[in-house]
């Protein structure tokens, strides 16, 4: 069974305080994983797909990157209106377009 | 370019009843997934159609269910309401089968509110 486990639940930052978030995986035959954003009483905003490990993507403030068992979402001189809920999921090989998720990161960017 | 676009995007309803959810995808995307988000739960996949045929389906009961339509457009009911149905239902839309390299993109949602 494909497993998504995001950490920690909850983050709160300073303006300006660079950190990372963390979304581990197990998946059989990983076909893409996949950032979204989503803000409360929203649908998730697609960030980024990572493919293979290696793979990294940048988006702003935003850098993604993948491995074997994990990926990471890196956050560099976050603003307050980065405050959201930072979703990982996975799409594994012979499921189509069926997406897993974590329970998200609720990211609080303080001014 | 349109997103895509559920409606209605709030309702409630009363136990018992049925209810049925709709689904835009966008312009060329063939297939539609359905999504339930609940705080407790979070986001658990119910049903992805491809062409007008269901081709994966989660685990839950079978008072879910869907449909697509020829023009790809998804519509989703949930018969005989309990309150634990209370949830956003979420539509997702992508533009092939799932073979990889393609985006899929969420609607804003629909709030269904059983009382």
């Known amino acids: 069974e494909d497993q998504v486990t995001q950490s920690p639940e909850a983050l709160r930052l300073q303006e300006g305080e660079s950190s990372s978030l963390n979304c581990s995986y197990t998946v059989s035959g990983l076909r893409g994983l996949f950032w979204y954003r989503q803000d409360p009483g929203k649908g998730p905003e697609f960030l980024f797909t990572l493919y293979s490990a290696g793979e990294e993507k940048e988006k702003e403030r935003l850098k993604a990157t993948l491995t074997k068992k994990e990926s990471f979402l890196h956050i560099t001189a976050p603003k307050p209106e980065d405050s959201a809920t930072y979703l990982c999921a996975v799409q594994a090989g012979n499921a189509g377009n069926m997406l897993t998720f974590g329970g998200g990161t609720r990211l609080m960017v303080k001014p | 370019k349109a997103g895509v676009t559920q409606t209605p995007r709030y309702l409630i309803k009363t136990r018992g009843q049925q209810v049925t959810l709709s689904c835009s995808p966008i312009?060329?995307?063939?297939?539609v997934s359905w999504y339930q988000q609940t705080p407790g739960q979070g986001l658990q996949f119910l049903f992805e159609y491809f062409s007008e045929t269901q081709r994966n389906k989660g685990n839950f009961p079978g008072r879910f269910s869907g449909r697509q339509f020829s023009n790809s457009r998804s519509e989703m009911n949930v018969s005989t309401l309990e309150l634990g149905d209370s949830a956003l239902y979420l539509c997702a839309s992508s533009l092939a089968g799932g073979s990889g390299g393609n985006t899929i993109y969420f609607g804003e949602g629909s709030w269904l509110t059983v009382v």
């Open positions: 312009s060329g995307h063939r297939s």
